[in-house]
C-alpha cells in the first residue's frame, strides 16, 4: 500500500494506535453479532470487523479450486460496488446450496486481498434477509488493524479548533525538513471514538528515511499541540485512505514548500493559500 502508515498523537503522548473506542464483542463470533447488526448499533458492526478479523470466511469459487492460479470467487454487484460473496461456516454452505468449490481464508488474508481492487466482502448472501455487505474500506481496517484505523464512516471537515501555535511550528519545523512538499489538514470525526485533528503529509519519497523525517519533525512539534487535542497524521500518497482522499480533493496546503508565497498559518486561513490578498 502507498504511503500505508499513520501517527497518532496527543499533548503528553505519542505512538502508532489509533485510541478509538474498541469493538463490544464479548469474544463472540460473526455468526451472533450478524443478527444485532441495525445501523444505530455501530458498536455491534465494530465487533463484527473484530470477529472477522479473528475467524475465517468460506469464500465461494467460481471458477476453478482452491490454490489453483485460474481459480476466482464470486462477485455480487450492490449499487455500483463489487463485493465477493461469502459463508460465515460449514452450517451456512450446506444452507446456500453451494454446489462449486470454496475456500477457507482468515478473515484478515481475505481482507487483504480485496480492498487494494475496491472489493467488498458480502456475508451470507443465501439467508432470508439477504445477508450483510462490509465495505471496502471497512475491509481495508480489518487488513491494517482496527486499533490503528478509525470507524467509519467519517464525518470530514475543515478544522476549526484553535491551534494556530502548532500550524505555526509545524510550518517552522517543515522548512527544515527537506522530504516534505506540503501539510494539510483536516478535522475527523469517526463513527466510534473522539474527533481529532489530521495533518496530512505530502512527501518526496513515501519511504522509510522519509517517514523518520516527519516523525521526528512531529515529535518537535507536539509541544505546542493545544492541551487534550488528540492529532494524528496521513500519508498523501496513500490511495486508500478517505482521509487522505479528502485532503487531496478539498484542503489547500497550509505550509508549501514550492509556493512563492510566505508560509503565515494564520494570513492562508484568513485568504486562502492560491487566492490574492484583498487590496
Do not use: K
Not at 447488526?37 to 455501530?42: G, S
Not at 453451494?98 to 482468515?106: A, I, K, L, Y
Not at 480489518?142 to 464525518?155: C, E, S, V, Y
Amino acid at each position: 500500500m502507498a504511503g500505508g502508515w499513520r501517527l497518532s498523537l496527543e499533548r503528553g503522548t505519542w505512538g502508532t494506535t489509533w485510541g478509538g473506542a474498541g469493538p463490544v464483542s464479548g469474544g463472540e463470533g460473526v455468526e451472533e453479532l450478524l443478527p444485532r447488526i441495525t445501523p444505530d448499533r455501530l458498536d455491534a458492526y465494530e465487533g463484527l470487523l473484530a470477529a472477522l478479523a479473528a475467524g475465517e470466511v468460506w469464500m465461494l469459487l467460481w471458477h476453478g479450486r482452491p490454490g489453483e492460479p485460474d481459480a476466482q470467487y464470486g462477485s455480487m454487484d450492490v449499487a455500483g460496488h463489487g463485493y465477493a460473496p461469502c459463508v460465515t461456516s460449514d452450517r451456512e454452505l450446506r444452507a446456500s446450496g453451494w454446489t462449486r468449490e470454496h475456500e477457507v481464508v482468515g478473515g484478515r488474508d481475505i481482507a487483504a486481498a480485496l480492498y487494494p481492487d475496491h472489493w467488498g466482502l458480502w456475508l451470507n448472501p443465501h439467508t432470508p434477509t439477504g445477508g450483510l455487505g462490509v465495505p471496502w474500506p471497512d475491509l481495508r481496517r480489518i487488513a491494517g488493524g482496527l486499533d490503528r484505523l478509525p470507524a467509519g464512516p467519517l464525518r470530514i471537515t475543515e478544522p476549526t479548533v484553535g491551534a494556530d501555535a502548532f500550524y505555526a511550528q509545524l510550518v517552522a519545523l517543515a522548512e527544515r525538513t527537506r522530504v516534505l512538499r506540503s501539510l494539510r489538514r483536516a478535522w475527523v470525526r469517526p463513527a466510534v471514538g473522539p474527533a481529532y485533528l489530521v495533518i496530512g503529509l505530502d512527501l518526496d519519497a513515501p519511504d522509510g528515511r522519509s517517514a523518520e523525517a516527519v516523525r521526528q519533525m512531529m515529535r518537535q512539534a507536539i509541544a505546542a499541540v493545544p492541551e487534550g487535542l488528540p492529532v494524528a497524521t496521513v500519508a498523501m500518497a496513500d490511495g486508500y485512505d478517505p482521509v487522505a482522499m479528502w485532503l487531496r480533493a478539498n484542503a489547500r496546503p497550509f505550509y508549501d514548500r514550492d509556493a512563492p508565497a510566505a508560509h503565515d498559518p494564520g494570513a492562508l486561513r484568513q485568504h486562502g493559500y492560491g487566492y490574492p490578498r484583498p487590496t
